[in-house]
């Protein structure tokens, strides 16, 4: 099988299969072999490891990983790519194809039934490598970081501005709910940024490749995981006003006992959420929690 790093190469499977780039599924197909090749190594995959991989597309991204890692699911959700990753896996063996909406997967339950349980939950740990579809990122980040699955790490490539979101530290406009919850699960760190050229078709945004490390234990102690996303949701959700105002405008509580609350938690409440950090919203939360 030719490789498909070039836009010849592309070109000619997409034609030969009559295929139509779908636009609203996120379809961006990559065609650099180096990033391709920065993806993989990031994900310090061996022949132990099962990778998942979300959107396998054409298929460039599944040959590399399977080439790698002892396992390779790769989930796509357009029917009309089935043919095409059927020819172009044809030589990659430990690949398999399913077909299937990533937002709605059961990471741990596919990973079991297609391992024989060696991988999945209360099992061995898998990665998840990935060139993302745009359009579903931050939900499916939110799926796979509260859907308790045993991941050990991602690596995925996203727009640049959702990925600055991710590693955003307290104080900045790219800071919100989205930055607290990944920091609170992993430890993001850049791999690679990618230009828009070395797709077809180009996208409207520039990329970053991420890679997101879980931790091995929580980085702040909280008395209840979900109070706190409720309270960093509240906090950020009306960014102009106070601390105070954005947690009595969201309807958790009314504004004395926020006052009461933000007064035990030692935080004052004319400061903004995005200025606190996570140790600080795990003071505000637990505050919260024990006393209402
Ligand atoms: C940016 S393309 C990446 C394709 C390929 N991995 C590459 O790097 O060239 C995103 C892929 O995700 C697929 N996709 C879109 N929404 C999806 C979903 N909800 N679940 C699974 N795959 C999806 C698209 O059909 C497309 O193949």
Redesign the pocket.
């Known amino acids: 099988m030719r490789e498909l790093t070039s836009p010849a190469a592309v070109r000619e499977i997409i034609n030969a299969h009559g295929f139509k780039v779908?636009k609203a599924?996120?379809?961006?197909?990559?065609m650099d072999a180096n990033i391709i090749d920065k993806i993989v190594q990031a994900a310090n995959l061996s022949e132990q490891d099962l990778a998942f991989?979300?959107?396998?597309?054409?298929g460039?991204?599944t040959r590399r990983l399977a080439r790698s890692a002892g396992k390779v699911l790769a989930?796509?959700?357009?029917r009309n790519?089935l043919p095409i990753l059927k020819e172009t896996l044809a030589d990659s063996a430990g690949a398999e194809v399913i077909h299937?909406?990533?937002?709605k997967l059961d990471f741990d339950r596919l990973a079991s039934e297609k391992t024989g349980g060696i991988f999945g939950s209360r099992a061995r740990a898998y990665k998840l490598v990935?060139?993302?579809?745009y359009y579903?990122t931050t939900p499916l980040l939110i799926h796979l970081l509260t859907g308790g699955f045993n991941l050990e790490c991602m690596v995925v490539m996203m727009q640049k501005e959702v990925a600055d979101r991710l590693k955003a530290p307290p104080g900045g406009k790219d800071y919100g709910s989205l930055s607290v919850l990944v920091q609170y699960f992993t430890q993001p760190e850049v791999v690679a940024r990618v230009p828009k050229t070395v797709f077809y078709p180009a996208p409207e945004v520039e990329s970053t490749v991420i890679r997101l490390t879980r931790r091995p234990a929580p980085p702040v102690a909280l008395d209840h995981e979900e109070t706190f996303f409720k309270v960093v949701r509240a906090a950020f959700g009306q960014r102009r006003k106070t601390l105070l105002n954005a947690l009595a405008g969201s309807g958790l509580a009314d504004k004395q006992i926020w006052t009461e609350v933000l007064g035990r938690a030692g935080l004052d409440p004319a400061r903004r959420g995005e200025t606190l950090s996570l140790e600080e919203f795990a003071q505000l939360a637990n505050a919260f929690s024990r006393w209402y």
């Open positions: 779908r599924l996120g379809q961006n197909f990559l991989e979300i959107g396998p597309g054409l460039v991204l989930v796509e959700i357009d790519l299937g909406d990533a937002l990935a060139n993302l579809p579903i």
